[in-house]
Structure formats: structure tokens, C-alpha cells
Nanobody
Framework: QVQLVESGGGSVQAGGSLRLSCAAS????????MGWFRQAPGEEREFVAF????????YYVDSVKGRFTISRDNAKNSVYLQMNSLKPEDTAVYYC??????????????WGQGTQVTVSS
């Protein structure tokens, strides 16, 4: 059974930073694509960021480019999302995802339970 466990969510004022972590267990994720999605209240879940298995390729939704950075540590089976210059519109539940491929969009296989990020103005 594959498990993805997110941590690092919380409340922050606009302009602040948070770093989300996602620890994967159940198998080696050294060559598995991973990413982050988010879902705001009343909205559909949306893609945020993607990183391929060796960390050599990353993709971001336009709204976070230049502010968010996805990275990974394969020795720790973990992926991270550094979020800077946070805006109230970044408020959402953030989900870690793994598996699948990126081709114009990202369709992962495995999902975490989510962690809440709240940005106040």
C-alpha cells in the first residue's frame, strides 16, 4: 500500500512563506514522478507543480511561477513545495501526488490526505 503523508501546512499572513513536505512510503520513489495539487473551497482541484523522478524537470501552474519551488530528496522518499510571497488566493488544501506522467497535464496515481494552507490578508 502506497502512502503519501503531507506536513507543513498552516496559517500565514500575505507575503509570508511556508514549506510543505510529503513523505512517501510503501515503495521506492526514486524514479517516480511527483507533484502537488490544491483545492480551494468551492473550487475544483487544480495542478500546482510537478517534478520528475530525477528532479531534472519541473512544471508549475502560471499563478505560482516565480513564487513556489518544488524539489525532492530521493534518499528520503520525499518531495517539498517551498511557497514564498503567499497570497490569500493561495488558500487551499494542498495535496501531494505521485506516479503517472506529465504530458500537457499531470495525472497522478496516488494521493495524500491533504494539508490546509490559509493565507490571510
Amino acid at each position: 500500500q502506497v502512502q503519501l503523508v503531507e506536513s507543513g501546512g498552516g496559517s500565514v499572513q500575505a507575503g509570508g512563506s511556508l514549506r510543505l513536505s510529503c513523505a512517501a512510503s510503501g515503495r521506492s520513489f526514486s524514479h517516480v514522478n511527483m507533484g502537488w495539487f490544491r483545492q480551494a473551497p468551492g473550487e475544483e482541484r487544480e495542478f500546482v507543480a510537478f517534478i520528475n523522478g530525477n528532479g531534472g524537470s519541473t512544471y508549475y501552474v502560471d499563478s505560482v511561477k516565480g513564487r513556489f519551488t518544488i524539489s525532492r530528496d530521493n534518499a528520503k522518499n520525499s518531495v517539498y513545495l517551498q511557497m514564498n510571497s503567499l497570497k490569500p488566493e493561495d488558500t487551499a488544501v494542498y495535496y501531494c501526488a505521485a506516479g503517472g506522467y506529465y504530458s500537457q497535464n499531470y495525472n497522478p496515481v496516488f494521493w495524500g490526505q491533504g494539508t490546509q494552507v490559509t493565507v490571510s490578508s
